[in-house]
C-alpha cells in the first residue's frame, strides 16, 4: 500500500463527505417537513413492493435498529406520510405503505435530491463521475462484505 493511501483514510473520507452531504441535504428538505432518514424511507416504499414494506424490512434496508425505525414510521404515520395495515399472512407484522402526502414529498426531495447530487459531483467530469460512482459501488460492496451484510439496491443506485 502506497504511502500516500495510508495518509489518506478512507473511513474519514467517507465520513466527512457523508457528513456535508446529509447536512447540505437536510437543509434543502426542510420546508418539505421531512428528514433525510424519513427520505429514504419514502425512497424504499415508493421504489419498492406496491404492497408495502414492513418494519422488519425496513430496518434491514436501513441498517438500522428496530426502535429507531418503529419511532420514525411513528412520527412518519402521525404526519400522514406513511400508513400502517396489518400483513396479510404474518398477524403479528405491519406492512408500511406510503400515502399521496408521502409520496408527494418524496417527489419534491427527490428533485431536490437530484440536485444536490449534480452540485456536488459537478466537481468531476462526466467519465470521472461514471468512475467514482463504480469505485465507490465495489467500495461498498466490499463493505457489505466485511460486515457479513447483504446491500439491498435500489433503483438508480
Known amino acids: 500500500m502506497a504511502a500516500e493511501v495510508r495518509t489518506r483514510r478512507l473511513p474519514p473520507l467517507l465520513r466527512r463527505a457523508w457528513f456535508s452531504l446529509n447536512q447540505a441535504f437536510r437543509q434543502r428538505i426542510l420546508p418539505l417537513g421531512i428528514t433525510p432518514d424519513q427520505y429514504t424511507i419514502l ?3 415508493v421504489e ?3 404492497n408495502g414494506l414492513t418494519q422488519s424490512e425496513i430496518t434491514q434496508r436501513m441498517a438500522s435498529d428496530p426502535n429507531t425505525i418503529m ?3 411513528r412520527r ?3 404526519a400522514g406520510l406513511v400508513e400502517r395495515a396489518p ?3 404474518d398477524g403479528r407484522a405491519k406492512r408500511v405503505r406510503v400515502r399521496t402526502v408521502g409520496r408527494d414529498a418524496f417527489e419534491n426531495a427527490h428533485s431536490l435530491a437530484l440536485e444536490l447530487q449534480e452540485n456536488v459531483l459537478g466537481c ?3 467519465q470521472e463521475t ?3 460512482l463504480a ?3 465495489r467500495v461498498a460492496e466490499a463493505s457489505a462484505e466485511e460486515a457479513g451484510t447483504a446491500l439491498p439496491r435500489r433503483r438508480g443506485d
Do not use: Q, S
Open 43 to 45: 425512497r424504499w416504499l
Open 48 to 50: 419498492g413492493d406496491p
Open 71 to 73: 419511532a420514525t414510521v
Open 76 to 78: 412518519m404515520e402521525a
Open 87 to 89: 400483513h396479510e399472512t
Open 124 to 126: 468531476l467530469n462526466a
Open 130 to 132: 461514471t468512475v467514482f
Open 135 to 137: 469505485l465507490l459501488e
